[in-house]
């Protein structure tokens, strides 16, 4: 069965440092990946995706992630954090299939930026 | 906000009870995802419903049920509530149902069983 694994449970930094949240999943064949973040008190909002081509992902808000597919890995990050970052990134996958939509999430890692 | 409405945004149960979640899609949407999300489980994919039609099963416990209504809204049924049901469901939508189709998230239901 497929897995999404975030080590980072919780991740305290100061603004402006940067940032790098892990993502490793298991699946041998084709994936679809996806970062979603939730803001306090706020719904989940995708942040980029991956499908096919450049391994490098920008989303919004300037995060960006990196495939690596030797790795099994979809690292999400940042430059320069702001306060407003502070929230729970989650790292998601659906197994590239057609009609396979639904995603398997990652435990979330809660992301704290001290002004 | 995301445009995609679930009610109520709170409710507190007993055990043993039944309760039913509401779930309103984006308008140009016709794809329906339940997530359930707990302390010890994360986020879990329950259903995914496309058009009317069942799509998907994930983890759902056969007390759960779920349906997608012609006009396309979906219902999420919980039956026979266990204190471990507590946890906050998730409504999604996506146009299709096509692996790459970005899924918008409503805001949650939070039950608590007592």
């Known amino acids: 069965a497929q897995s999404v694994s975030q080590h980072n449970h919780h991740v305290i930094l100061s603004e402006a440092a940067s940032l790098e949240l892990g993502c490793n999943y298991s699946y041998g064949g084709t994936v679809n990946l996806f970062w979603y973040v939730q803001y306090p008190g706020q719904h989940l909002q995708l942040l980029l995706k991956y499908f096919s081509g450049d391994p490098l992902v920008k989303g919004i808000k300037g995060f960006e992630a990196e495939f690596i597919k030797s790795k099994f890995s979809f690292n999400l990050r940042k430059p320069s954090v702001q306060w407003s970052d502070t929230a729970e990134y989650f790292c998601a996958v659906n197994v590239g299939q057609t009609g396979a939509n639904n995603l398997f999430f990652g435990t979330g890692t809660r992301l704290t930026v001290i002004p | 906000d995301s445009g995609v409405t679930q009610t109520p945004k709170h409710l507190i149960t007993a055990t043993g009870q039944r309760v039913t979640l509401r779930c309103s899609p984006r308008?140009?949407?016709?794809?329906v995802y339940w997530y359930q999300q707990s302390l010890d489980q994360g986020l879990q994919f329950l259903i995914h419903y496309y058009n009317g039609e069942e799509r998907a099963k994930g983890n759902i416990l056969e007390r759960f049920s779920a349906q997608q209504f012609p006009d396309l809204h979906s219902e999420l049924n919980l039956s026979s509530l266990e204190l471990g049901d507590s946890a906050l469901y998730f409504c999604?939508?996506?146009?299709?149902?096509?692996?790459?189709?970005?899924?918008?998230f409503g805001p949650g239901t939070r039950l608590t069983v007592l």
């Open positions: 999604a939508s996506s146009v299709e149902g096509r692996e790459f189709d970005t899924q918008y």
């Open positions: 308008s140009e949407d016709l794809s």
